[in-house]
């Protein structure tokens, strides 16, 4: 499966990240100019090096805040806002930002595209549903978040960026859509922002003890990054007027994080040893996706396994550069 996008000159905010670079190389290889805009916060140059030289790639280091569009060009018909402190350990230590980023820079953007009438993509997350309180998750499910607790700077920011889409739909008619992502891994990702896959592999490979908080038997379905990329291109390429919140991840590869410490530990016939720890505040239990909107519009699926991403992800940070 391999689909094309329907646009040319794309804003892709946060692209120096890990969703975005991978997003950024697929889209320069189809063909696409690209405006890639990122404060570098927790993305890094490095990982979007190999697209500098290329003449269709516009690296721009601004925070999407308090970023003045005039410097763009006028042919951009698309954003994809993927600009956000994503990781708990990056939104626990600034909370702040993390909030405001999501509220400020997404109604930012909205200008924006209500100006340009062009369309924009807002990376929404499961993390809006909170601590759920079902098994599977559709879209109409309103959630069970604390507005008060260490993660509300994400999961609260996440859904006041998700109103704001929503109102500038209804009163402007800007041509919005949402993608609720769950959790994703492969290439590129932060080896120190503490998402459980990388940490793992990261602590596997130098033989240190895996550390879980909870008792391990909390799930996760994992979505490796070229599922997602195709997902984004189909949601892009849905006709302008739909709007609603749509999920993307993959339900068939659900395992608890010991599992996943576990997979990791064997393949890399590692010595390092698994220690658990108490809770965090807030942590769901499970979160699993119903993805039956996606595919009725879309036909998109998930094809990749944990067990195919997983050494694909493995094989990326045995190479990679831990000075950058
Ligand atoms: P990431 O941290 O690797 O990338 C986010 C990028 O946004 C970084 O490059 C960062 O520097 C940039 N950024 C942060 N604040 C900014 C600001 N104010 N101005 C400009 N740039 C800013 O995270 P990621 O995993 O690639 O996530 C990308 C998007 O997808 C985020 O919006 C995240 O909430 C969403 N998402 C990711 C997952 C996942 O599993 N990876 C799951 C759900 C949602």
Same mark, same amino acid.
């Given at each position: 499966?391999?689909?094309?996008?329907?646009?040319?000159?794309?804003?892709?905010?946060? @692209?120096?990240?890990?969703?975005?670079?991978?997003?950024?190389?697929?889209?320069?290889?189809?063909?696409?100019?690209?405006?890639? %805009?990122?404060?570098?916060?927790?993305?890094?140059?490095?990982?979007?090096?190999?697209? %500098?030289?290329? /003449?269709? +790639?516009? +690296?721009?280091?601004?925070?999407?805040?308090?970023?003045?569009?005039?410097?763009?060009? *006028?042919?951009?018909?698309?954003?994809?806002?993927?600009? *956000?402190?994503?990781?708990?350990?990056?939104?626990?230590?600034?909370?702040?930002?993390?909030?405001?980023?999501?509220?400020?820079?997404?109604?930012?953007?909205? &200008?924006?595209?209500?100006?340009?009438?062009?369309?924009?993509?807002?990376?929404?997350?499961?993390?809006?549903?909170? #601590?759920?309180?079902?098994?599977?998750?559709?879209?109409?499910?309103?959630?069970?978040?604390?507005?008060?607790?260490? !993660?509300?700077?994400?999961?609260?920011?996440?859904?006041?960026?998700?109103?704001?889409?929503?109102?500038?739909?209804?009163?402007?008619?800007?041509?919005?859509?949402?993608?609720?992502?769950?959790?994703?891994?492969?290439?590129?990702?932060?080896?120190?922002?503490?998402?459980?896959?990388?940490e793992f592999i990261y602590r596997s490979l130098h033989n !240190? #003890?895996?550390?879980?908080?909870?008792?391990?038997?909390q799930t996760r379905s994992f979505m490796y990054i070229d #599922?997602?990329? /195709?997902?984004?291109?189909?949601?892009?390429?849905?006709? #302008?007027?739909?709007?609603?919140?749509?999920?993307?991840?993959?339900?068939? /590869?659900?395992?608890?994080?010991?599992?996943?410490?576990?997979?990791?530990?064997?393949?890399?016939?590692?010595?390092?040893?698994?220690?658990?720890? /108490?809770?965090? &505040?807030?942590?769901?239990?499970? !979160?699993?996706?119903?993805?039956?909107?996606?595919?009725?519009?879309?036909?998109?699926?998930? %094809?990749? *396994?944990?067990?195919? @991403?997983?050494?694909?992800?493995?094989?990326? +940070?045995?190479?990679?550069?831990?000075?950058?």
């Amino acid at each position: 499966m391999n689909t094309d996008i329907r646009y040319k000159n794309i804003l892709v905010t946060g @692209g120096a990240g890990f969703i975005g670079s991978n997003l950024c190389r697929k889209l320069i290889n189809d063909g696409v100019s690209i405006w890639c %805009l990122d404060n570098l916060i927790t993305g890094k140059i490095e990982n979007v090096k190999d697209l %500098l030289h290329c /003449e269709r +790639f516009h +690296f721009i280091e601004q925070d999407i805040k308090t970023f003045d569009f005039k410097i763009l060009p *006028s042919d951009i018909d698309a954003i994809i806002n993927l600009a *956000s402190i994503a990781s708990p350990k990056a939104y626990y230590a600034r909370p702040i930002d993390t909030l405001l980023t999501s509220v400020l820079g997404v109604y930012n953007l909205l &200008q924006y595209a209500k100006k340009e009438d062009i369309v924009l993509l807002q990376a929404s997350t499961s993390e809006v549903y909170g #601590d759920p309180a079902c098994d599977i998750l559709n879209e109409s499910y309103c959630g069970n978040v604390s507005c008060t607790g260490p !993660r509300a700077c994400y999961d609260e920011g996440k859904r006041t960026a998700e109103t704001l889409c929503m109102d500038y739909h209804r009163l402007y008619n800007v041509k919005v859509k949402i993608i609720r992502i769950f959790n994703t891994y492969g290439p590129y990702m932060d080896i120190c922002d503490g998402r459980a896959i990388p940490e793992f592999i990261y602590r596997s490979l130098h033989n !240190r #003890d895996l550390i879980i908080y909870g008792d391990g038997k909390q799930t996760r379905s994992f979505m490796y990054i070229d #599922d997602l990329l /195709e997902a984004i291109y189909n949601v892009m390429n849905l006709d #302008d007027i739909y709007t609603y919140p749509i999920n993307i991840g993959n339900p068939n /590869e659900e395992y608890t994080i010991s599992e996943v410490a576990e997979t990791i530990i064997r393949t890399l016939d590692s010595k390092s040893k698994i220690i658990y720890k /108490e809770k965090l &505040q807030d942590d769901p239990y499970k !979160r699993k996706p119903d993805i039956t909107k996606i595919i009725t519009k879309t036909n998109w699926r998930p %094809l990749v *396994s944990l067990k195919e @991403g997983l050494l694909k992800t493995i094989d990326y +940070f045995e190479n990679y550069d831990y000075s950058a």
